[in-house]
């Protein structure tokens, strides 16, 4: 552990020195240093250039004689990235009477029911993508985030990577804003109670660029396409390159245990089952996962051939953090993530928690499953003023998405703990293949999201019907029942009862119990052929993700009852039902896959 250690240590303090990284030199430089510690780990290495579009802000505000710069303000990525159509460098910016809102006032604000034109807004905790809707819906000129002690920038932005039309761009916020100190925040209301104008500016940047993604290998081509042409299995230890400020916690550390974990495989690589695949991208903070969703989609055929499992590492060996045993994990890793902890001395019981949709987690249109991302939290009583302004109650510690995660953010023992806990999981992974998984555990999650999914859909179904012979749409309510009587409800509930055989689902050789595996990803954690999904939304498979826009549609007809004709509404309802019944539709497709 010796030798694992020091590889660590030295190439997080190299990549820390190269500074922020987002997509310009000092990212290239990492992107070298990186790729010289995997040779020297003994893996082959391999670089590729993908487009991606990110996205950041400068920011400064004045308030009469106050005027505030960085650091004690910093723009989001995300913000008004486009200026009449175009990506580019731009100054936006939004002047008037600032208004500070306590909790009430913001949670009017949320619903829609604050009075608050042409007013620069101030609130306190981390930016909010829905808040700043709120705000731009609510004639807002601009909107600050007070996250406490240090300035934390974020991304504002639900659009899982790099837009696709004019529908994605349409999804970017135009209002102006940024993150301020607490300090600050206190100078410019001091500022505001002598009548002063509060005037913010953001500097964008924003445009396509050619970013790199380097990919480091023991045991296997590091050339994805290449990868299944042995027949070998192979896992992926993924992790983004771009940070905010140096970055030592949030990514450093990650990529530095990759670096760590391809050496102690390499040093056993001739008793490999399956190969590992190190892969780094940029374009996770200012792109909202660009990277890895480029990356997945130009490869994705490669990935669902030969790909079983994705080890994310990301945010590890935070100061004053803790194992608590919260991972985030598709149910067959569960056993490995426990499995790791034993096999790092942790005692902790593992607490599995399902993915939402962050941390990088393109793979689900291909099959690929995830274990961890961080493994460990910083809990709320260390966190000082700054996460309890920012309302983060810990979890990734007072460092996270500042100008000081440096080297001073990283203690050296949580930074070996957390990477042990990966280099053990990887050390399984390429030991036994996919058979360090559970693909009847997977099956069994894959059917409860299914049954739990399929018993709302019937119930919503019957309520839509309800309300239509109530409006004496006998019509209608006709219709809606034919849609909940439809046999493709039938199948999803045979395929779910199939689903629970965990003696037929761990059957077959491994390429059987493979293709089994990616289907079971796919129809569990898929909502469309992209398998993307919106940015911070939970994971849910197709038709529960219709369920929520025709709950949607049923609650607002239901509300709008009064107002419109009810054939209007009715139409409104079984247009719904419609989609809805496509997307089951889809999930039996996705079900039968696997069965």
Not at 128 to 140: D, K, M, V
Not at 476 to 499: D, H, K, N, W
Request: net charge negative; proline share 4%.
């Amino acid at each position: 552990m010796e030798r694992f250690e020091k590889t660590v240590y030295d190439v997080l303090r190299a990549l820390v020195a190269c500074g922020e990284r987002l997509s310009n030199e000092a990212e290239e430089r990492a992107f070298d240093v990186l790729e010289a510690a995997y040779r020297r780990a003994g893996a082959q290495t391999h670089r590729e250039r993908i487009p991606i579009f990110v996205s950041t802000a400068d920011a400064s505000i004045r308030a009469g004689a106050a005027a505030i710069e960085s650091p004690e303000i910093e723009g989001n990525a995300m913000t008004h990235p486009l200026e009449d159509g175009a990506p580019g460098d731009f100054t936006i910016s939004a002047k008037g009477p600032l208004l500070a809102l306590d909790r009430q006032a913001r949670e009017a604000l949320a619903r829609g029911e604050a009075a608050v034109d042409g007013a620069v807004l101030l609130v306190e905790g981390l930016p909010s993508l829905g808040l700043l809707r709120a705000a731009q819906a609510a004639g807002a000129a601009a909107l600050l985030f007070n996250t406490g002690e240090r300035v934390r920038r974020m991304i504002v932005s639900d659009l899982w990577g790099s837009p696709a039309g004019d529908e994605d761009i349409a999804r970017y916020v135009r209002i102006p804003n940024a993150a301020v100190t607490d300090a600050a925040a206190k100078r410019l209301l001091a500022a505001a109670q002598t009548g002063e104008a509060v005037e913010l500016e953001n500097r964008v940047h924003s445009g396509w660029r050619m970013s790199t993604v380097l990919t480091g290998a023991v045991g296997c081509s590091p050339l994805i396409d290449e990868a299944t042409a042995d027949g070998k299995p192979r896992f992926l230890l993924t992790g983004h390159m771009d940070s905010w400020g140096a970055g030592a916690v949030d990514n450093a550390s990650g990529l530095a245990v990759t670096a760590g974990v391809l050496e102690a495989l390499a040093a056993r690589k001739d008793a490999l089952r399956a190969g590992a695949m190190a892969v780094a991208w940029s374009g996770h903070s200012h792109g909202r996962y660009a990277g890895s969703a480029a990356w997945s989609e130009r490869h994705g055929a490669a990935l669902s051939r030969s790909v079983f499992l994705n080890i994310n590492v990301d945010c590890l060996g935070m100061r004053e953090s803790v194992v608590n045993g919260k991972m985030p994990l598709s149910a067959c890793a569960a056993l490995l993530a426990r499995r790791s902890l034993r096999a790092a001395g942790i005692d902790a019981p593992l607490q599995p928690m399902r993915f939402s949709r962050s941390c990088d987690q393109s793979f689900y249109a291909a099959g690929v499953p995830t274990v961890f991302s961080n493994v460990a939290e910083v809990p709320a009583e260390m966190s000082g003023v700054s996460l309890a302004v920012a309302g983060l109650g810990g979890v990734y510690g007072p460092h996270w998405h500042t100008r000081a995660d440096d080297l001073d953010a990283i203690a050296p023992e949580a930074l070996l703990r957390d990477g042990t806990i990966i280099l053990k999981a990887s050390l399984a992974a390429a030991g036994e293949g996919a058979a360090a998984l559970s693909i009847a555990a997977e099956a069994e999650d894959c059917a409860d999201e299914a049954d739990k999914a399929l018993s709302e859909v019937r119930a919503q179904l019957n309520d839509a019907k309800a309300w239509a012979e109530a409006a004496g749409l006998d019509e209608t309510a006709a219709c809606l029942a034919g849609f909940a009587a439809s046999p493709v409800f039938v199948g999803i509930e045979r395929a779910i009862q199939t689903l629970r055989d965990a003696r037929r689902m761990d059957s077959g050789d491994e390429e059987t119990r493979m293709a089994r595996l990616h289907a079971l990803v796919n129809a569990g954690y898929a909502e469309d052929e992209l398998g993307f999904g919106r940015a911070g939304s939970p994971t849910r498979n197709r038709l529960a993700a219709a369920n929520v826009a025709f709950r949607r549609v049923l609650g607002e007809v239901s509300a709008c009852s009064t107002q419109k004709p009810p054939a209007a509404q009715g139409m409104r309802l079984l247009t719904a039902a419609q989609a809805l019944h496509r997307s089951a539709g889809l999930l039996l497709r996705a079900l039968e896959r696997a069965l």
